[in-house]
DNA sequence: AGCTTATACCTGGAACCACGAGGCATGGCA
DNA sequence: TGCCATGCCTCGTGGTTCCAGGTATAAGCT
């Protein structure tokens, strides 16, 4: 993210979207979210927490998420969920990821017409 | 692309996955090709020739594509083939691609059930 | 003739991201 | 006691994208 000079942040940025959109359903703390982006996705995805918490912590710096603390059974999670910013953000997010993969099944199933060459 | 230890290459690589495609409808050189991206993409994808020209040269390292250099009208072009271990790479490519796009539609549509948690 | 634009190639370096590896600590179970 | 699961985290590496810039010819405009 962040940047997206001519064409959005598209090709990265889908852990961002996955955690945006998750945590937009539920709160969740980041070892959960984890196991539930494999589980959702049907095994498709599978980010690795080395993956995930950064993500967590840039996309709580930017005001998209907000955090609270809570210890349950001597184990201390970081409950994290979207705020009204980080609902935009999703919507934005999932917009432009749209875009991309309209984009790229039209040049997939491109019929080799349609691009009649410039030479 | 290269790497892919847990998830495929899928975020990155929509370069690769676009040229080996459009290479293989039709042979192109770079600069045409960076055109054809635009036009076929309906100016949904833009990637600037400092994009394009490392991945054909990626590429073609890798045996992926060949190249031929063409002398028209006083203008130098290298126009680029898919090989057939390319063509191979391309419905690897295109595979991954699939699966990342269902497993990312399958999060976004989710309907809040299916990933019960685990707390 | 001179200037700008389009064509056509290319590279360097910065920025950024994903991710493996590793570290730390607690609880539960065999 | 030992080991695995839970739960948090960061560092370093590798890889990719892409902006900026550089070179050179052809064509169009005034």
Redesign the interface.
Known sequence: MTRGR??PD?????PE??VL??LS??P??GY?LV???E????Q?????EGSIYPVLHRLEAEGALSSRRME?AGRSRVVYRVTVPGKRKLSEA?EA?R??????E???E?D?H??P???
């Open positions: 001519t064409n598209f090709l990265n940025g889908v979207l996955v959109r998750l359903q539920r969740m703390y959960e196991k539930a982006i589980q959702s996705s049907g498709g995805l599978e980010f690795g349950v999932l990821w875009r991309v993969v309209g984009a790229v039209r040049i997939m491109s080799e349609g691009s060459a410039l030479a």
